[in-house]
């Protein structure tokens, strides 16, 4: 049985001018210590799908349909007591920027100690220990003093190691890293990765890796995702996704890459952007910038075809429209 | 170079946290305090008030409660600089012959505890509903919000006046000579909660959409704990800040009842009671009764209102000027 599957999952935010649907029909599985890149532009749902995992969208947002079974349990229909066990227990999340996730007034060692009370009956010594440990273990210069340290008295990657270590604290099963190194030094960036990386690896969590950066998915993750205003487009195994897309849009994505292109050439860019989620055309949502949009694709949206070990959303690859492709 | 250096060095590397002390002193707040004049005297000037009222029996040469001590025949005897004052009683005496110097430090002592009592019940209610309605929001949040409107829509000194005069004429002026104290500071504190419930709503509606909330949220703590643990110490500053001007608004709140006759009993005169139990005789001549508590009144409510003043400044990182 795998660690987590996500079934038809739909989530809306009811706004003003009516629901708007942030994510549709998304489905994919996760195996225990897999690891899953989710790659899309800004606005695709990306985020709201880290959220939703946990059920914790925020209001006027909520999971309209659909379910997503951890273990045994459907998280979207769960009251908010037993969501808490399993949030930051059995699923720990890390977020983009280090200096917003920490508490300013509350010491590293306090709000460790504090997850740890959450989920755990142990004493405040124990407690630190713990959170010792975990900070052994992602690598940080003299652990004991950061204890009690401010997060305001670290750097930027620092602060990262230590929320590293906070979605550590409880050996959880699964971590959703959502854009974990965008807001980091550059330099600092493969540090992180790395840390993440073998942390996963060593203890057998599932990671869920939610990013733009193909190079980072391409060095990280077995398994890629690539979402498109609120649907998955493509998912497969990494490398066949990155050497061999065949959806236009990852094709796009990784001929945008600036290793695609020649010094001196223009960077090869999408065209256009995409289409706000308050008004996605009829068809595939991608037609429009799409070089190879065919006539079935202004009407009708695209299922998930299954090539081989790939899944793709596109018209191109129906078995009716089997064009070969280049 | 020794070995010592090297330790300090590598110390310094790991960044050893200075003890607190150090770094209080070396902290903006306290460089602020160094160059503001006001500042320093309001605080010199407040403290004195808060020893002079902590100290009231030692400091008293007498017991302005004992009866026995009191002889009509030195009533309304001018302060000691002044022709026909007594030497007992540098300040004078009131139209009682209590001494008005040891009257004012009991007084004094007793103003300053039910504003800060008060205070404090406003602090503890305000804090809990602005917190519930910043924090759950909705539905909450209006009917909070809206009862914190109707609260504020009636003056404070109206509620009092009507709470006050309804208990003195259904329990008798004897039993409320013995709760007056406890009265005044539920009938102000209770009065005043929307003030904070306001600043503090205000504070957390900026403070819940940080990251470190979603992030308590994910590491799954129970919302009881993020509003008290997370989210309150962040809103601490306009809390101390409003706090400096209500307990000021208090101590004003409580001194007008008192004047009105609705606050302190004249057997156990606040600084309000005082200036009202003098003002029959600053015609007569005996001005010394009301003006000498009434300056006493007024500088600590102006020093109290200008170290607020000046904390607000410190505390606002918007004005922070190195």
Redesign the interface.
């Known amino acids: 049985m795998p660690l987590l599957s996500v079934n038809n999952l739909e989530v809306q935010f009811a706004l003003r001018q009516g629901a708007v649907t942030a994510l549709r029909d998304i489905c994919f599985t996760l195996e225990r210590g897999e690891r899953l890149g989710v790659v899309g532009e800004s606005g695709a749902g990306k985020s709201v799908l880290g959220f939703s995992i ?1 059920n ?1 969208i925020s ?1 006027p947002g909520a999971i309209t349909h659909g379910e997503v079974v951890y273990e045994d349990q459907n998280l979207a229909v769960m009251d908010n007591k037993q ?7 059995r699923i ?2 890390i ?3 280090p200096m ?7 010491t590293i060692g306090a709000q460790m100690v ?2 740890l009370h ?2 755990r009956k142990i004493s405040k010594a124990e407690a630190r220990a713990i959170a010792l440990d975990k900070l052994k273990q992602v690598q940080i ?2 652990p004991e ?1 950061r204890l ?2 401010y997060p305001h ?1 670290l750097s930027g990657g620092m602060r990262q190691r230590i ?1 590293i270590a ?1 979605s550590l604290l409880l050996d959880p099963d699964l971590i959703i890293a959502d854009e974990p190194t965008t807001a980091l030094d550059v330099t600092i960036q493969a540090e992180i990765m790395d840390l993440i990386l073998t942390l996963c690896k060593e203890h057998n969590v599932a990671l869920m890796l939610i990013t733009h950066d193909l190079g980072v998915v391409a060095e990280v993750t077995q398994r890629t995702m690539v979402m498109y205003a609120g649907r998955i487009i493509e998912e497969g195994p990494t490398q066949e996704i990155i050497h061999n897309a065949r959806h236009p849009y990852t094709h796009g994505l990784i001929n945008a890459l600036p290793e695609m292109t020649t010094p001196g050439q223009r960077l090869n860019q999408i065209p256009g952007s995409m289409p706000s989620l308050q008004s996605i055309p009829d068809g595939c949502a991608f037609r429009a910038r799409c070089d190879r949009a065919i006539e079935i694709c202004k009407t009708q949206v695209p299922g998930l075809q299954v090539q081989q070990d790939v899944k793709v959303a596109c018209h191109l690859y129906s078995p009716e429209n089997e064009v070969p492709h280049g | 170079m020794s070995d010592n250096t090297t330790k300090k060095a590598a110390k310094r590397l790991v960044g050893e946290r200075p003890s607190r002390m150090k770094r209080f002193l070396g902290s903006h707040f306290w460089h602020s305090f160094k160059t503001d004049r006001v500042a320093q005297i309001s605080f010199l000037l407040f403290s004195v008030a808060v020893i002079m009222a902590l100290c009231a029996p030692l400091l008293a040469p007498f017991n302005p409660y004992d009866l026995a001590s009191i002889d009509i025949m030195d009533s309304e005897i001018p302060p000691s600089w002044k022709e026909g004052g007594d030497s007992r009683f540098w300040l004078g005496t009131d139209a009682q012959g209590r001494d008005m110097w040891s009257t004012i430090l009991y007084g004094t002592r007793l103003s300053l505890m039910i504003g800060i009592c008060a205070v404090m019940l406003q602090a503890f209610l305000g804090i809990i509903f602005g917190l519930a309605a910043g924090y759950i929001g909705g539905r909450v949040d209006s009917v909070l919000m809206r009862m914190a409107d109707i609260q504020l829509s009636f003056s404070t000194l109206m509620v009092a006046i009507i709470v006050l005069a309804i208990f003195q004429a259904s329990f008798g002026a004897e039993l409320y000579q013995e709760l007056a104290v406890i009265m005044l500071v539920l009938v102000i504190g209770i009065a005043e909660w929307p003030q904070y419930a306001r600043t503090i709503r205000a504070s957390v509606l900026a403070e819940k959409e940080k990251e470190y909330v979603d992030a308590a949220r994910v590491m799954g703590l129970p919302s009881p704990r993020i509003m008290f643990r997370h989210i309150l110490p962040n809103t601490l500053s306009p809390i101390l800040v409003i706090s400096t001007v209500q307990v000021a608004n208090a101590i004003i709140s409580e001194a007008s009842l008192s004047f009105l006759g609705l606050g302190m009993p004249v057997s156990q005169p606040s600084l309000g009671s005082l200036i009202s139990s003098g003002f029959a005789y600053i015609l007569s001549g005996s001005w010394w009764i009301s003006v000498i508590p009434g300056i006493i009144l007024i500088a600590i409510v102006l020093v109290m209102n200008l170290l607020g003043d000046w904390l607000r400044d410190v505390l606002n990182p918007k004005l922070y000027k190195g």
């Open positions: 946990i914790l209001k969501l808490r066990s399993i949030r930051g227990n720990a999340m977020f983009q920027d917003m996730t920490l508490n300013p007034v509350l504090e997850c959450a989920h210069p003299s003093t009690d340290q008295e929320v906070i």
